[in-house]
């Protein structure tokens, strides 16, 4: 039989999250039998597809393995769907590089501590950071009584201070990673915020 009385894979896409990509795909829908599916890729400087992890698989999602980890590479990949010995056409994603099209979650806040006229945070990045990166850590804060009026402060320290703030005030922040490599900037997703009150001196 020839390859188009299977249909393709539709919405194929690369879905990135800290760094941590994978390809998905709509299933496959067919009368009988089990869809199978194989995934492949290339980099841009090899013209050569390869098999990734995901050969004649049954799920629509195929993980990168950790050789698909450096992120200033563009890879392509493509996948198609198997039926018994038939198959259909491949589907290529769009080119991927990811430390231009990875989203960034938001860093994990680990502690505060309360001054009479400061905050310090202490902060982990969500992803590992690699050679030649350069983060920066966005802050708003605001009097949660006049939450209209946001303050923004910038660091590249993981330990940093809000300083300048009332006594006995509560006050509110939320932080986002900026990701500075080489060419590329890339802004994270704002933390939840957190409230904390300061103290008395």
């Keep these: 039989e020839s390859s188009s009385h299977l249909p393709a894979p539709k919405d194929v896409k690369v879905y990135s999250y800290n760094f941590r990509s994978s390809l998905r795909w709509s299933p496959v829908e067919v009368d009988r039998g089990l869809v199978l599916y194989t995934v492949h890729f290339k980099t841009g400087a090899l013209n050569q597809w390869d098999e990734m992890n995901c050969t004649r698989i049954a799920q ?60 310090l945070i202490s902060v982990t990045p969500p992803f590992r950071s690699g050679a030649g990166d350069l983060i920066q850590y966005h802050v708003s804060y605001w009097e949660n009584a006049t939450s209209t009026t946001k303050k923004e402060t910038e660091t590249s320290n993981t330990l940093f201070e809000i300083r300048n703030l009332k006594e006995l005030t509560l006050y509110c922040f939320s932080i986002q990673i900026e990701l500075i490599h080489s060419e590329s900037r890339l802004l994270g997703e704002p933390s939840v915020p957190e409230c904390r009150r300061t103290t008395i001196s």
């Design 60 to 119: 629509t999602e195929c993980s990168f393995p950790w050789s698909l980890k450096e992120r200033p590479w563009t890879f392509f990949l493509r996948v198609r769907a198997e039926l018994g010995q038939v198959t259909s056409e491949w589907v290529e994603a769009d080119p991927f590089v990811a430390e231009q099209s990875t989203t960034i979650g938001p860093p994990t806040v680990n502690g505060v501590t309360e001054g009479p006229h400061s905050l």
